[in-house]
């Protein structure tokens, strides 16, 4: 009878024993539920950020052959840009529908061959064309991603500037004259008046010179407006080839110009002027136009006057050169 009390206890001691061992088991898998719902929870919420990033995220690698990359990942934003899936542009290719220029895609895939190296690529403008057959103009940025099993893969970063280039372009445009390419008379104002500020403050010297076309109506009149369109420009050519950077070349109305130069000495200007004016003159004779250049210039040094006067100074020249004969140069120091 002893025997068989000492049996059971030892049984009800290995059943105790089993059951804390299932306790233990049922916590541990309880405990590794909560991480791989956390991970789940994690990755999901990873993908969120990925689909509803601002800019175009994917993730791709090299393959041998056609399409020679192959997506892995792949946001709304990028879908957005290209106007293709992932499972689009997997079947298409990105080299031959994003480029198709066959130059453009050799630079490219060569591109990728050095981003496999660890060439790392920064805010790179390239210039794609969408599903629409639209050009975009797209700075792509990327970054190499080595993997667990030591595959590499390339991140890429998309942004879409076409807008932000055509505004750009649009101010650009707006600062310009259209006909000449030469700065506007708005623009030209703002950019002078910064070289009469710099010349008051560092007590450099000033030259402002004003031009204006003789006889254009004669153009007009013989060969139509648009040989004297023709004028205008090469006038306006002429003379920002001749002009330093920082120097400055306006169209302020009709057929009159003006040019301001900073710390050019005065006894450097008279020859650079002369030697100017018969560049224009020269421009004139060799494409057979009756039209001749009047430019009056004047130097400022020590006390600079308000843009307006000076301006004013020079074009009172340039009519005191006209009175002269036209075709004539009046310089002042």
Not at 252 to 276: H, I, Q, R, T
Request: glycine letters at 6%; aromatic letters at 6%.
């Amino acid at each position: 009878m002893e025997q068989q009390v000492s049996e059971i206890t030892n049984l009800q001691s290995m059943l105790d024993a089993a059951h804390s061992q299932i306790r233990t088991l049922e916590d541990q898998l309880a405990q590794q539920q909560r991480v791989i719902t956390a991970l789940s929870e994690d990755r999901a919420f990873r993908e969120a950020v990925i689909q509803r990033a601002a800019e175009g995220v994917c993730v791709c690698h090299n393959i041998p052959t056609h399409p020679f990359v192959r997506f892995t990942v792949w946001n709304q934003r990028m879908k957005e840009i290209t106007g293709y899936t992932m499972k689009e542009i997997n079947a298409r290719g990105w080299y031959e529908t994003m480029y198709p220029d066959p130059g453009v895609q050799e630079r490219a895939r060569q591109r990728m061959e050095r981003m496999r190296e660890g060439d790392d690529l920064r805010y790179e403008h390239w210039e794609i064309t969408n599903a629409a057959g639209a050009k975009r103009l797209i700075a792509i940025s990327t970054s190499v991603l080595i993997a667990k099993d030591n595959s590499v893969h390339v991140l890429g970063l998309m942004h879409d500037c076409t807008n932000e280039e055509r505004l750009k372009q649009e101010a650009v445009q707006a600062r310009i004259d259209d006909l000449t390419g030469v700065k506007n008379r708005r623009c030209f104002m703002e950019h002078a008046e910064i070289l009469f500020h710099l010349a008051a403050r560092q007590a450099q010297p000033l030259i402002v010179a004003y031009i204006d076309v003789d006889d254009l109506k004669a153009v007009n009149d013989m060969l139509g407006h648009g040989e004297g369109d023709e004028v205008l420009k090469a006038l306006g050519k002429t003379l920002v080839n001749s002009i330093r950077r920082n120097d400055v070349v306006g169209r302020l109305g009709g057929d009159e110009f003006a040019v301001v130069l900073l710390n050019m000495k005065p006894s450097f200007a008279k020859g650079f002027f002369s030697s100017l004016h018969e560049r224009l003159l020269k421009t004139m004779r060799d494409r057979g136009w009756v039209t001749q250049v009047s430019m009056g210039v004047v130097c400022f040094s020590g006390s600079i006057p308000d843009i307006g006067d000076a301006i004013k100074h020079a074009d009172t020249l340039m009519y005191k050169a006209k009175k002269e004969g036209k075709g004539k140069l009046c310089f002042e120091v």
